[in-house]
Nanobody, 127 residues
């Protein structure tokens, strides 16, 4: 089993930045793909970014078009932590942000692809 705990959310103004963290515990050695998703009120959960490990030193990062160029996903394997650096935040980025993980490596961008989820952290961007 894998446990995920997000942190770093908060209230910011448009144009500001936030960094989210997701601490993993349990069978972390088995995790090869991790992602960030978000869910705004009244909307479905959507993919934000995916970190796909290919080897110890090689990985691919994928981003939704809505955040490309503004958000950066990264992973510190030594700390078992996934990050999401969010810059130039917009009011439409307001949502609960969730961390997800799975053991296979791949381009996984849908909710059903991930068996492990965190509890979420709220990000609110005011205009």
């Amino acid at each position: 089993q894998v446990q995920l705990v997000e942190s770093g959310g908060g209230l910011v103004q448009a144009g500001e930045s936030l960094r989210l963290s997701c601490a993993a515990s349990g069978r972390t050695f088995s995790i090869l793909t991790m992602g960030w998703f978000r869910q705004a009120p009244g909307k479905e959960r959507e993919y934000v970014a995916v970190h796909r490990a290919m080897s110890i030193r090689t990985y691919y990062a994928y981003y939704a078009d809505s955040v490309k160029g503004r958000f950066t996903i990264s992973r510190d394997s030594a700390k078992n932590t996934l990050y999401l650096e969010m810059n130039s935040l917009k009011p439409e980025d307001t949502a609960v942000y969730y961390c997800a993980a799975r053991s296979n490596t791949g381009y996984y961008t849908t909710e059903k692809d991930y068996p492990y989820w965190g509890q979420g952290t709220q990000v609110t961007v005011s205009s």
